[in-house]
């Protein structure tokens, strides 16, 4: 139900984004977020935005990343520039959203994107 895209191999300073789509029965979405695992280390928080548009980032990717959102193609985006070679990991999208008017909330997990930091 969530498509992620755009991961890549680039080099340090450069730049990538990411787009993560929601598709299926979708009657309303509520935060969007993107997550990333290191090779050997647990999933982390990078970057979350409400749906009304509020952000919040890890201290780690706050000044390079910016997350934003397409409420009508219920799309998540996440820019990141000034890239390092810690920055490399697989990236996963994340939305809480009721496939129903009347269901409950559940939170999807995308398939992962790879991104490649080179030095």
């Known amino acids: 139900q969530l498509q992620a895209s755009g991961g890549g191999l680039v080099q340090a300073g450069g730049s990538l984004r990411l787009s993560c789509a929601a598709s299926?029965?979708?009657?309303?979405?509520?935060?969007m977020g993107w997550y990333r695992q290191a090779p050997g280390k647990q999933r982390d928080l990078a970057a979350t935005?409400?749906?009304?548009?509020?952000?919040s980032y890890a201290d780690s990717v706050k000044g390079r990343f910016t997350i934003s959102r397409d409420n009508a193609k219920n799309t998540v985006y996440l820019e990141m520039n000034s890239l390092k070679p810690e920055d490399t990991a697989v990236y996963y999208c994340?939305?809480?959203?009721?496939?129903?008017?009347?269901?409950?909330?559940?939170?999807?997990w995308g398939q992962g994107t790879q991104v490649t930091v080179s030095s």
């Open positions: 299926g029965r979708i009657f309303s979405i509520r935060d």
């Open positions: 994340n939305a809480g959203l009721r496939p129903y008017a009347t269901g409950p909330w559940g939170y999807y």
């Open positions: 935005i409400t749906s009304g548009g509020s952000t």
